[in-house]
C-alpha cells in the first residue's frame, strides 16, 4: 500500500504541474526585462505594464470585450432563467425537444456556429459589430446559464411555491418573494460563468468581430509582434488575477446558498465551477 | 358564516381525479359544516392528500364540485380561496426569519409594518 499512494501522489503533482505551470510563467515574465520569451531571466521591470497602459487600442479592446460579456450574461441568464423555470415547472408538447434545441448550442463546434451566424448575417445585410458578437455569445452561453439555474430550480421545494399562494400571495409576487430569493445564488453563478465565457471567446467573436475588436482577438493580432509579447503576458496575468477574484465570488455565493437551503433540500456539494 | 350551524360549510360532490391510469379519487362526496372538527383518515395513496390538494385548489377535479361557504371554487385560483394547509414537508421558507415566515401572508399592501409586528 505505502508504494502505491507514494507513486499515485507523485502522479498527482506531476499532473497538476503540467496543469498549471504554464500559468505560473506569466508572472515570471510579465516582470522580466528582456522582450525574449526565455530563460535566464534579466532583472525586473514594470515597463510591460506601463506599455499596457499607453496601448490605446487594446483599452478599447477590453472596453468592448467586457461591454459584450456584460451584456451577454444578462441576456443569456434572462433567457436561461424563463427556459429553466418552464422546464422544472410545467409540462408542454415537446417538451424535452424543445429542451433539447436549448442545448444543442453547447455541443455544436464553435467554429460551425461562428461560420453560419456570419453567413447569415451577410445575407441579411447587417453590418458586423459589437452587436452581432453578442447575438453569437448569447447563443453560446444560454444552455450553460439554464443548466446552472435547472439545478437551481429542481432543488426548490415546489411546497414554498403553494404555500405563498395558499397564503393568499398572487403568482406574481409569488415570483418576486419566494422563488427569486430562493434561486438568486443560481443567478449569481449563471452571471459569473456567462461572463467569464463571453469574455474569452475567441472563435464566434474572430468572426463576427467588425472594426471593433474583442480581447482576445486583439492578443492573437499582437502575436505576430514579438516585441509587443511580453506586455501580452503582462495582460495575461491582469487576467489570471481578475478570473481568480471571479472564482471566489461565484464559490462564497454558492457556499451561502447550500446554507440556505440546507436542511430544506439538499444542492449538489460539489463546486459548480 | 350566516347560515344555520348544520349547512354544510364544505361541501364536495361527486368528485374524481384520475392520474394516467391510477384513480386517485372516485366519486367521492362529504360535507363538513362550519366549526367542526373533521380528520380523513386511511393508508397511504389512498387520496387524501389529493382531496386536501383539491379543497386548497392545487389540484383540480377531473368530474364533481367543490363549494366553499356555498360559492363553487371551481374558477378559484388557491391564492383566492379562503383556505389554509400545512405541507407534508412544513414549506417553511429557508430564506426569512422565523417573523417574516409567521408574517408572510400579512405582508401585503392592506398591511402596515406596524400592524403586521403587532400580530405577529
Known amino acids: ?273 | 358564516m350566516s347560515q344555520p350551524i348544520d349547512q354544510p360549510f364544505i361541501k364536495i360532490q361527486d368528485v374524481s381525479r384520475q392520474f394516467g391510469t391510477v384513480a386517485a379519487l372516485k366519486d367521492v362526496s362529504l360535507n363538513i359544516r362550519a366549526g367542526e372538527f373533521f380528520s380523513l383518515l386511511g393508508p397511504s395513496g389512498c387520496g387524501k392528500t389529493t382531496l386536501l390538494r383539491m379543497i386548497a385548489g392545487f389540484e383540480h377535479p377531473d368530474s364533481g364540485s367543490i363549494c366553499i361557504d356555498s360559492i363553487d371554487m371551481a374558477g378559484v385560483p388557491a391564492n383566492r380561496r379562503p383556505t389554509n394547509m400545512v405541507f407534508q414537508s412544513y414549506a417553511i421558507f429557508p430564506h426569512l426569519s422565523v417573523a417574516e415566515n409567521v408574517g408572510y401572508g400579512l405582508k401585503r399592501s392592506d398591511h402596515s409594518k406596524q400592524e403586521i409586528s403587532a400580530r405577529v
Open chain 1, 1 to 273: 500500500m505505502g508504494g502505491s499512494s507514494k507513486s499515485l501522489f507523485i502522479y498527482a503533482v506531476v499532473y497538476l504541474a503540467f496543469l498549471y505551470a504554464p500559468i505560473a510563467l506569466l508572472p515570471i515574465f510579465a516582470f522580466n526585462d528582456s522582450a525574449v520569451i526565455a530563460f535566464p531571466l534579466s532583472g525586473g521591470t514594470l515597463r510591460w505594464f506601463s506599455m499596457l497602459w499607453e496601448a490605446k487600442a487594446l483599452q478599447t479592446a477590453l472596453y468592448n470585450s467586457v461591454l459584450i460579456a456584460i451584456t451577454t450574461a444578462l441576456l443569456s441568464t434572462g433567457l436561461g432563467l424563463f427556459a429553466a423555470r418552464a422546464a422544472a415547472r410545467y409540462e408542454f408538447p415537446a417538451k424535452r425537444g424543445i429542451l433539447g434545441f436549448i442545448m444543442l448550442p453547447m455541443i455544436l463546434p464553435e467554429i460551425i456556429i461562428g461560420v453560419a451566424l456570419l453567413v447569415v448575417l451577410m445575407q441579411l445585410g447587417q453590418p458586423l459589430s459589437i452587436w452581432t458578437v453578442v447575438l453569437g455569445h448569447v447563443l453560446v452561453c444560454t444552455p450553460f446559464s439554464f443548466a446552472i439555474l435547472s439545478t437551481a430550480f429542481n432543488s426548490m421545494d415546489n411546497s414554498l411555491e403553494e404555500a405563498s399562494l395558499d397564503l393568499g400571495e398572487s403568482g406574481t409576487a409569488t415570483f418576486f418573494r419566494v422563488i427569486l430569493p430562493l434561486v438568486a445564488p443560481g443567478i449569481v453563478a449563471s452571471l459569473l460563468v456567462t461572463f467569464t465565457l463571453s469574455l474569452d471567446e475567441f472563435i464566434i467573436a474572430f468572426f463576427l468581430t467588425g472594426s471593433d475588436v474583442t480581447l482576445p482577438v486583439y492578443i492573437w493580432s499582437q502575436l505576430r509582434f514579438p516585441a509587443r509579447l511580453p506586455s501580452v503576458m503582462a495582460l495575461g496575468l491582469l487576467m489570471v488575477l481578475m478570473s481568480l477574484m471571479l472564482l471566489l465570488i461565484a464559490e462564497f455565493f454558492r457556499r451561502r446558498s447550500s446554507r440556505l437551503v440546507s436542511g430544506v433540500s439538499s444542492i449538489p456539494e460539489e463546486p459548480l465551477l
